[in-house]
């Protein structure tokens, strides 16, 4: 081993003495040090760092991690979105949780259920030792849940239920809704409460702290590449403007 | 009124660092990379940049890949390297003096690689992120962050807190190095979900960019496709690729660089040679590998490939270049026409590894891009800030989930070859929000604390389920991921039953040496219940 470099530690950085005080010329220490002895914000003034600290290496250890477990039984059931099409689940249920859901069942089979919204659009027998499964053929845009239960004779218990997953939607949004915003460069969008989108359409123009709604009416032909649009969504905003300015 | 033209490279290698062997096959990604991409291209935009050219261009630097070229181990590691090319190309030139066909270049590559080592050293005071950090300070170029470990965000987001991890420790990395705070971020494979944009909002990022139909099939429809940038709900920009502009360059049948004329990039004397010439240059076990020494053309879809003329080549890339401007100039004239007054973006973003180490003349293709790029009046070459500074009002919509990977989505990193990560990444993500909760009872404690939070990024690097994915060099990420999950594991048991290896946490710090600034903390949720 050549090098002489190591990452510096809290151990290390306690053992080095204590800076003294510097008068305010002096420049700042190097790197991520300056934000702890000087506080964030002086990381700006900091100069930059050049290489990394360096300190002899510890010894190496024996080679080779060990092999990482096959499964945790930490109860996971989670549930990704691949494509707009797809969906691929894992689960790694705790041997307790399979027992007592199986308990009282005679017979029982697993099968894993998709809903989309509320509505069960799959019912699949599978074997729950793989440990994961894609389901294919689904509709872009909607909300999944995955859920996994026992079937015997005496009826069904539940293993789990997954996190929710909206899969993407494919190819240009039905929705025209045309909003614009104004965001300064300067302002600062950190700590800025709400979303965009959540701007209600009857406040347009009010004052809001700098993020002005503009409107844009039959501004172009439509995108290249997409094809025409139709102005039905902004007409739409602007009538529902009229109608709340007018009061009614 | 002009449009911007955005031209982005995106420089980013996985956190590649072995002190325990001598001689690593894998670290040579930088030391290429480093060779034939980031000094050509620095040297390239510094040049132009002295002749006082009026370009701005913007560039991730990928938080891993400033770490490496940092790490003083790796850097000296380089300079061996750059002396073996220095030392192979005398000797080549020595070797090639009576073949004609190959004498010229061996003469181009002695120039070239001495030249490289002098812009290393005497240059750049083998410190390129300081150079790039200069380049940014003179305002030509921009350098945005990336995920702290290029970990693709969209597998991550049923947990918050390993997104916001990703893109904290980014940008405080990117405080650190740049001094400054980062305005714009390459998400990992242009990975997005809808709510990402709040976790860059808190870090104050101003904008990001996305696949062509990320901003296509946003909702609302967008009106004007990829060539206006869109707010999304929390005002960060999305700003989308030019599918156009992309394939000239990327495609592999219709793009530049498949040109005939260009250095093809699989023959090489590392494996070309006689054994026993090459051995001093090739791994110490004798496995053969590139050396940098190709001689031959593309030629054509054939194994009789002709010699390379590097004249030849060079004169090639500025005429493309030339095409690339006016294919983008007759474009800009398009956009001006149908967007009804809008000014017009076109984001054109390429692997910076593209240029020079895949496409050997690309940093001369991008040179002759700027030159000719400047003299035009349709288009400015620009950045996505440029952009926003000067044209604040913009549409709102939400993109979908998406990538820049084949097919769109999350096929790439999520598949039949790598799906099996997720369970352990998962499980180990679970595990690092929870011990975030804990306050040590001992500094060994928060170091150990710490390196698991390294860990951790580590494993998640999107590289290796993209290696896993492509089939070369699998082992070695599939080892990569079984490492960093293990360390976790262990280092979450040792912390737990407070029995901590502080030799093998000291090893760990050593080998695993990325971000020293990190604070575990950044796990905790941001709205603890």
Not at chain 1, 166 to 187: C, K
Not at chain 1, 196 to 208: K, N, S, T, Y
Not at chain 2, 69 to 86: F, Q
Not at chain 2, 489 to 504: F, G
């Amino acid at each position: 081993m050549t090098s002489k470099e190591t990452v510096e530690t809290p151990v290390n950085r306690a053992t080095q003495p204590t800076p003294p005080a510097e008068p305010p010329s002096q420049p700042l220490p190097e790197g991520h040090l300056v934000a702890r002895i000087a506080g964030e914000e002086a990381v700006f003034e900091a100069p930059i760092p050049v290489a990394e600290e360096r300190l002899p290496p510890p010894p190496a250890p024996e080679p080779g991690p060990p092999p990482l477990p096959a499964a945790y039984h930490d109860d996971a059931f989670v549930l990704f979105a691949r494509d707009p099409f797809t969906l691929w689940t894992y689960w790694d249920f705790a041997p307790e949780t399979v027992r007592r859901a199986m308990e009282g069942l005679t017979n029982p089979r697993t099968r894993l259920r998709i809903y989309q919204g509320e509505h069960r659009v799959r019912d699949l027998d599978f074997a729950l030792e793989s440990g994961s499964y894609y389901v294919s053929d689904l509709s872009p845009g909607e909300r999944y849940e995955a859920e996994i239960v026992f079937v015997g004779d005496e009826g069904e218990r539940q293993v789990g239920r997954s996190n929710p997953v909206v899969l993407p939607n494919f190819g240009p949004s039905p929705w025209i809704d045309d909003r614009f915003a104004t965001i300064p460069w300067g302002m600062r969008l950190s700590g800025r409460p709400g979303d965009l989108e959540a701007v209600p359409g009857e406040h347009a123009g009010e004052d809001r702290g700098g993020w002005e709604r503009a409107r844009r009416g039959g501004a172009s032909e439509g995108w290249v590449g997409v094809g025409r649009r139709s102005e039905a969504g902004s007409l739409d905003l602007f009538r529902r403007e009229r109608a709340q300015q007018e009061g009614r | 009124m002009q449009g911007i033209l955005v031209l982005h490279l995106h420089a980013h290698l996985p956190f590649v660092h072995h002190p325990e062997h001598e001689h690593f096959l894998e670290e040579d990604w930088l030391y290429e990379a480093i060779t034939e991409t980031y000094l050509q291209i620095l040297s390239r935009l510094e040049v132009l940049a002295d002749e006082g050219i009026p370009f701005r261009i913007s560039m991730t630097l990928s938080p891993p890949l400033v770490q490496m070229l940092r790490n003083d181990l790796l850097r000296s590691r380089y300079d061996r390297h750059l002396d073996a090319l220095c030392e192979l190309a005398e000797r080549e030139v020595e070797r090639t003096r009576h073949e004609p066909a190959f004498h010229k270049t061996a003469r181009f590559y002695r120039e070239h690689f001495f030249h490289t080592r002098w812009l290393w050293h005497e240059r750049y005071r083998r410190d390129l992120v300081a150079a790039m950090a200069a380049l940014q300070d003179r305002g030509c170029l921009e350098v945005v962050t990336c995920g702290a470990t290029h970990g693709f965000l969209p597998l991550m987001q049923t947990r918050p807190e390993l997104v916001r991890a990703q893109i904290g420790v980014a940008a405080a990395h990117y405080r650190r190095h740049f001094g400054r705070d980062p305005v714009g971020i390459w998400l990992p494979e242009c990975g997005y979900y809808p709510g990402l944009d709040r976790v860059l909002a808190e870090k104050n990022i101003r904008y990001f960019f996305v696949d062509t139909h990320g901003i296509t099939d946003a909702t609302p429809r967008t009106r004007h496709g990829p060539y206006l940038p869109i707010y999304t709900p929390s005002g960060v920009a999305a700003f989308g690729r030019d599918p156009e502009s992309s394939e000239q360059v990327w495609s592999a049948e219709l793009g530049y660089p498949g040109d005939f004329d260009y250095r093809d990039f699989y023959r090489d004397i590392g494996y070309d040679l006689d054994w026993e010439y090459v051995r001093p240059y090739i791994q110490p076990d004798g496995q053969r590998k590139s050396t940098g020494f190709k001689y031959h053309r593309i030629t054509g879809k054939t194994d009789q490939k002709e010699p390379w003329d590097w004249e030849v080549a060079f004169r090639r890339a500025a005429e493309h270049a030339a095409n690339f401007v006016f294919n983008r100039e007759r474009q800009f004239e398009h956009l001006y026409s149908v967007l009804g007054g809008r000014t017009p973006v076109v984001v054109a973003p390429y692997d910076a590894e593209l240029f020079g180490h895949w496409w050997f003349e690309g940093p001369v293709f991008l040179e002759h891009v700027i030159r000719r790029a400047v003299q035009q009046p349709h288009f400015r070459l620009g950045t996505c800030s440029d952009y926003l500074q000067e044209n604040p009002t913009n549409q709102v919509a939400t993109p979908p989930m998406c990538s820049w990977g084949a097919g769109g989505y999350a096929g790439v990193w999520l598949d039949g070859a790598n799906d099996w990560i997720y369970r352990h990444l998962l499980h180990a993500g679970r595990r690092m929000i929870d011990l975030a909760r804990r306050e040590p009872a001992s500094p060994l404690e928060r170091r150990a604390l710490d390196q698991a939070a390294r860990e951790l990024l580590l494993a998640q690097s999107s590289d290796w389920a993209f290696i896993m994915k492509t089939g070369t060099m699998v082992d070695y990420a599939i080892r990569r991921t079984n490492e960093h999950v293990s360390n976790f594991l262990r280092l979450d048991e040792e912390i737990r039953n407070n029995r901590i290896d502080e030799n093998w946490l000291g090893w760990l710090e050593f080998r695993n040496a990325i971000f020293p600034e990190i604070d575990y903390r950044i796990y905790r949720p941001a709205h603890p219940e």
